[in-house]
């Protein structure tokens, strides 16, 4: 506990590049997969059978394969993100490793994020469909305008539940070398091997708060817009 304390700002470092995995990587599936969603409904076969095929091999693939292709195979292609290694945000200095990390997150998380707003557009009464198309409206601006707000009422639960998932799957860039809340655990455990117990208690205090602070977020979100209807 001491080290810890006395090195409180590396145990900060560590949660703040956590917290930025999450947010850029939680941006960017929600973006991506409302697409794959827009296309796994949409009118045209091929983008839905496209759209499906992803989802499914994204979804049965392990996270550790995606992190590994970035990690080996995407340099070789020549996809190393070298060119963003001078950037500075906030007083962290951004790595390549951290866009391959944030990428290899984003393609997978937004499978499930698609399959999250799937139901919610599921769940979406089909006259609501059927009146958009009445009033003149295409498929995109029905999606826009009608579809989407109601699907995405519906779907902040599950939604909720893909975003816990992430910030915990963002400890799998440890092994890739993202010194990240669980590559600092690491580090203060074989520092303190005698308080190990209390080093991962710390830690996993800190994921709880995270996911609480999402829990509240998705539960505030889903009684405001529950009391609106």
């Known amino acids: ?10 145990f900060l470092k560590a949660f703040g590049l956590t917290l930025g995995l999450l ?10 997969g409302i697409f794959l969603a827009a296309l796994r409904v949409g009118p045209v076969s091929l983008l839905r059978r496209l759209a499906a095929v992803y ?11 995606v992190f590994i292709f970035f990690a080996t195979v995407g340099p070789r292609l020549g996809y190393t993100f070298n060119s963003v290694e001078q950037l500075d945000i906030g007083g962290y200095h951004v790595s390549g490793y951290f866009f391959r990390s944030c990428l290899a997150l984003t393609l997978y998380t937004s499978a499930f ?5 799937r139901s919610g557009i599921n769940a979406v009464p089909l006259g609501q469909a059927e009146a958009a198309r009445a009033i003149g409206l295409t498929f995109a601006g029905s999606m826009r305008q009608v579809i989407l707000p109601q699907a995405l009422r519906a779907a902040v639960p599950p939604l909720a539940s893909v975003q816990i998932a992430l910030a915990k799957n963002t400890s799998v860039a440890a092994a890739f070398g993202m010194l990240e809340a669980t590559a600092r655990m690491k580090f203060f455990i074989n520092r303190n091997a005698d308080d190990m117990v209390l080093v991962f208690v710390i830690f996993a205090l800190g994921y709880v708060l995270i996911v609480e602070v999402i829990s509240f977020g998705a539960n505030r979100f889903e009684r405001r817009f529950a009391a609106a209807r």
């Not at 506990?1 to 590396?10: C, K, P, S, T, V």
């Not at 989802?55 to 394969?65: D, F, I, K, S």
Request: with cysteine; charged share 15%; aromatic share 8%.
């Open 23 to 32: 947010v850029v990587s939680g941006v960017l599936s929600l973006l991506f």
């Open 55 to 65: 989802v499914t091999v994204a979804r049965n693939t392990p996270l550790v394969v």
């Open 113 to 117: 994020v698609c399959e999250a707003l």
């Open 1 to 10: 506990m001491q080290d810890i304390w006395e090195n409180y700002d590396l």
